[in-house]
């Protein structure tokens, strides 16, 4: 109940094209859900996040979409950019007596092709 | 003003050595988070510290594993006797608790056991 799928594990796009990555979750007590953007040799990075009461948020060419009846949220880049190619990663929060800890899921390997 | 630091950034070690992994978080942040990261994995939660003291230990794969965290800023991470499975990439997390949102990534520590 604590995981958080991902999905795909790697995905190839055209420049200008939408890049789409999906997570579920099945722990109805996440409160939190971010994006982290990791490049080679790099920690992750926080790229956008949403709370569950939000169905959407867009920040530029990144938006996620949020759907809580299906327990699950998606991350869109428009206009995908060679300088777009990285790992990406969504996460969940468990927020209890005031102490976070964050489920992550395994990463999509993102290539954009110039 | 500086970001998570982590030393060192590469370790190479025999199997059954110790090693000790170091975090500097960025000051003023009182949430501390250790994750490790396998090859083509997600990021595995380890440890959380708030302050000195850590509420969920719960993701130390073994008790060859132990962490610290010193003047509610510095912490180590340790691992004892390892073994090559603990060959990963270790990151460090910090994080502001007030908001318990944003989390900060070092570069990480490549951990190589032969």
């Known amino acids: 109940q604590q995981q958080v799928k991902q999905s795909p594990q790697s995905l190839i796009v055209q420049k200008g094209g939408i890049s789409i990555i999906n997570c579920a979750y099945e722990?109805?007590?996440?409160?939190?859900f971010p994006w982290y953007q990791q490049f080679p040799g790099k920690g992750p990075a926080l790229l956008i996040a949403?709370?569950?009461?939000?169905s959407e948020k867009k920040e530029g060419r990144f938006t996620i979409s949020f759907n809580k009846s299906a327990k699950q949220f998606s991350l869109h880049i428009m206009d995908s950019q060679p300088g777009d190619s990285a790992t990406y990663f969504c996460?969940?929060?468990?927020?209890?007596?005031?102490?976070?800890?964050?489920?992550f899921g395994t990463g999509t390997r993102l290539k954009v092709l110039a | 003003g500086a970001g998570v630091s982590q030393s060192p950034s590469n370790k190479v070690t025999e199997k059954g050595k110790d090693v000790e992994l170091r975090c500097d978080p960025i000051?003023?942040?009182?949430?501390l988070y250790w994750y490790r990261q396998s090859l083509g994995q997600g990021l595995e939660f380890l440890i959380y510290?708030?302050?000195?003291?850590?509420?969920?230990k719960s993701g130390l794969p073994s008790d060859r594993f132990s962490a610290e965290r010193t003047g509610g800023s510095v912490s180590t991470l340790t691992i004892q006797r390892t073994q090559q499975e603990d060959s990963a990439v270790y990151l460090c997390?910090?994080?502001?608790?007030?908001?318990?949102?944003?989390?900060?990534f070092g570069p990480g520590t490549r951990l190589l056991v032969l």
């Open positions: 997390a910090s994080s502001f608790q007030g908001s318990g949102e944003t989390q900060y």
């Open positions: 722990n109805t007590a996440f409160d939190y």
């Open positions: 949403i709370r569950p009461d939000v």
């Open positions: 996460a969940a929060r468990a927020t209890t007596s005031g102490t976070y800890k964050y489920i």
């Open positions: 000051s003023g942040h009182t949430a």
């Open positions: 510290f708030q302050g000195n003291s850590a509420p969920d």
